[in-house]
């Protein structure tokens, strides 16, 4: 038998002087195969043409589309309505900046997060075009790899007790970022200088450990794995630098 869903949609318009934050009721047939995109895209065009949201690729690769769902983080174009209940409460995520409705400004917290942790190669090598390329072994470029399939959609943020209460918090993506340039051995930074960029309260140390990011990643990401080994490396710099060892 068809089901009918209730949705339940938080509203709200920032520019708008007179906007209330304010849930919607929307009901809908839910059809096969179903996800959250198909339906928010039928409630807009069928129902509400105001309802505000953000989708990109539709395949779980631009990572535009997270939003709060029942009360968990997650990615709306991967999410199947058979999986859900047939009452469903979609929230935009927290800590970002809310444009309306369910779309959040993910962009502006994630470049201010790559500029703080320099999310780059720091090489002094010259690039020279005629030479060949520098090879990686093949394991290790896996491994990097395995890092970088980071979409950037903000939910592992979202799911964080740290990065909820503390705006400055760099939150576990940019904790996994650090990580995967450590990896790197053609980023010539010395482990003081990421010190200075994770060694703190801002950083690995300000995490709980809980792990709602592993949780909610979208893309299963190793942030268990990744923040327990910055954790250590950290600990032991830090160590280090009591001693005056450290390089
Ligand atoms: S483990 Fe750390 S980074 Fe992950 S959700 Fe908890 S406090 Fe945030
Ligand atoms: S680590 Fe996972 S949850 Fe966090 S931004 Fe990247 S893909 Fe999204
Ligand atoms: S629309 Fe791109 S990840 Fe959902």
């Known amino acids: 038998m068809t089901r009918r869903l209730t949705f339940n949609i938080f509203r709200y318009n920032p520019q708008d002087p007179e906007s209330v934050p304010h849930t919607d009721n929307f009901v809908l047939e839910e059809a096969e195969r179903m996800t959250l995109y198909i339906a928010l895209t039928k409630i807009r065009e069928e129902q509400d043409h105001s ?3 953000d989708f990109c690729c539709r395949a779980g690769i631009c990572g535009a589309c997270a939003m709060v769902i029942n009360g968990r983080p997650g990615l709306a174009c991967k999410t199947l309505t058979k999986d859900l209940p047939d009452e ?3 929230m935009p995520l927290p ?3 809310l444009v309306g409705d369910l779309s959040v400004d993910t962009g502006t917290w994630f470049s201010a997060m790559n500029e703080k942790v320099e999310s780059w190669v720091h090489t002094n090598k010259k690039m020279d075009p005629t030479v060949q390329e520098e090879r990686m072994n093949n394991a290790l470029a896996e491994e990097i790899y395995e890092l970088e399939r980071c979409v950037e959609c903000g939910c592992c943020v979202a799911a964080c007790g740290t990065a909820n209460m503390r705006q400055d918090f760099l939150g576990a993506v940019a904790l ?3 990580a995967r340039f450590i ?3 053609r980023d010539e ?3 003081k200088e990421y010190f200075e960029v994770v060694g703190t309260d801002e950083g690995i140390f300000g995490c709980m450990g809980l792990l709602a990011c592993e949780d909610v990643c979208p893309k299963q990401l190793p942030l268990q794995d990744q923040l327990g080994i910055l954790r250590r490396q950290m600990g032991w710099t830090a160590v280090k ?3 005056h060892i450290a390089k």
Request: charged fraction near 25%; glycine fraction near 0%; aromatic fraction near 14%.
């Open 176 to 178: 996994n970022r650090i």
């Open 183 to 185: 990896m790197d051995p």
């Open 95 to 97: 800590v970002f900046k």
């Open 88 to 90: 469903i409460t979609l």
């Open 189 to 191: 930074r010395t482990e």
């Open 51 to 53: 309802l505000t949201f």
């Open 241 to 243: 630098q009591l001693f």
